[in-house]
């Protein structure tokens, strides 16, 4: 019933300041689930004086008058009111009750029984959604369950339990022989659309070692280093690569002790911001390629590339200025590759500006590719400088692009 639709005496009714105790308890009656229909009576608490007799003058007939009784009566400070007598009074039907106890209350009646039976369905709902994705590690899904769940957490809750259940699927493949292991980040990519979405501090993270745990019967950890390695053994790489400046494929021509390490290679070798002010090695390549991600290095092992590579692991610090500086003095030719994001179109012009470095893999074609099978996570404001170009097509797609997309990996290591 819209406003324009309330007989007058309806909104009589409501308006009456008198009466309000009246309406308020009508209002909690239907909030509690009552059906209008079934609303004969209602027992009103500190109805004023003024109330009572008016509803007297209303409902007493001249019957009631001369045998003593009353149709609303009143017991220890309780009225008892015959609403469908007092609808009836005015042409008015129990339909009109819910819009007469908006308008005096001035709030909406909400069926708080039937909100709370839609939240009991969507949290049934859940939990068969959670046994289902889980189905591979039921007591997870279990714990999941029982640490319960707020009405307003029910749709992240499902979110995860999807993407868990995504990353349980693609684990059960890295557990074939022959595969080749993941890194953590490109996990969490190709089956969330953001690298950090299994990190280990957060919730998925930490879930995620459960299930690995559950996986191979074996209980979580309580070492980082212990989870790292348990990961491992389902076909998982974790941070395995993230400290100091990482190079693979580079050779030195020195004699010193990091010029004999690097010469020896055989994967990937981190250099330190000692090695590299108390012993700087004499580095070779023929064209050194910069990463932001130790997971490109990862993904580059898995596929045997040859290339020099390195890795800064994310913005700029003292060891990686120092390893950059090396780089120029040794004359070797210079590129960058970072995620096609504000902090990593920040590190390019940094790499540009100060080293001369080209960059590649962060061009309008590699962001188009990408578009085809877009991040979950927005774009952001872009640094000042951003070329037009790029900065229209980042734009139009509004969605970041990390170095984990096949579409930049296929670009850097073709």
Known sequence: MTTAEVPPAARALAEDADLRALWEAVHDRLCAGTDPTQLATVRVSRLPAAGIAMLRTWLDTSTRRRRGSSAVSVVAGVTRVPLRELLARFDLTDRHLPVIAELAVGRPVINRSLLRRAGTDAREALWVQVESDLAAVPALASRIRAAGVAEADIGAVRQQT?????????????????????????????????????????????????????????????????VRALLWRVGVVADRLSTTVLVLNVSASGSGPVDERLRLGGGPVPLTLYDLTVNP?????????????????????????????????????????????????????????????????????????????????????????????????????LPIGTPVALAAMLSAHGRAVYQEHDAVLQTLLS
Do not use: W
């Open 162 to 226: 999807q993407q868990l259940g995504a990353a349980l699927t693609l684990i059960g493949r890295l557990r074939q022989p022959g595969s080749a292991p993941v890194t953590l980040a490109k996990l969490a990519h190709d089956c969330t659309g953001d690298p950090h979405s299994l990190d280990l501090d957060t919730l998925p993270g930490r879930r995620l070692v459960e299930a690995a745990a559950e996986l191979l019967g074996e209980a979580v950890p309580a070492r980082p280093d212990g």
């Open 281 to 381: 090695p004499v580095l070779v390549a023929e064209q050194l390629l910069v990463v932001e991600n130790p997971s490109v290095l990862e993904a580059a092992m898995a596929i045997g590339f040859d290339g020099a590579l390195a890795c800064t692991s994310g913005h700029l610090r003292a060891v990686e200025h120092a390893f950059l500086q090396r780089v120029v003095d040794c004359g070797l030719p210079l590129s960058y590759a970072g995620d096609v994001d504000r902090d990593g179109l920040i590190i390019a012009e940094q790499m540009r500006a100060f080293y001369g470095a080209r960059l590649v893999g962060m061009g309008e074609d590699v962001v188009a590719r990408a578009g085809l099978s877009p991040s979950a996570v927005s774009l952001g404001p």
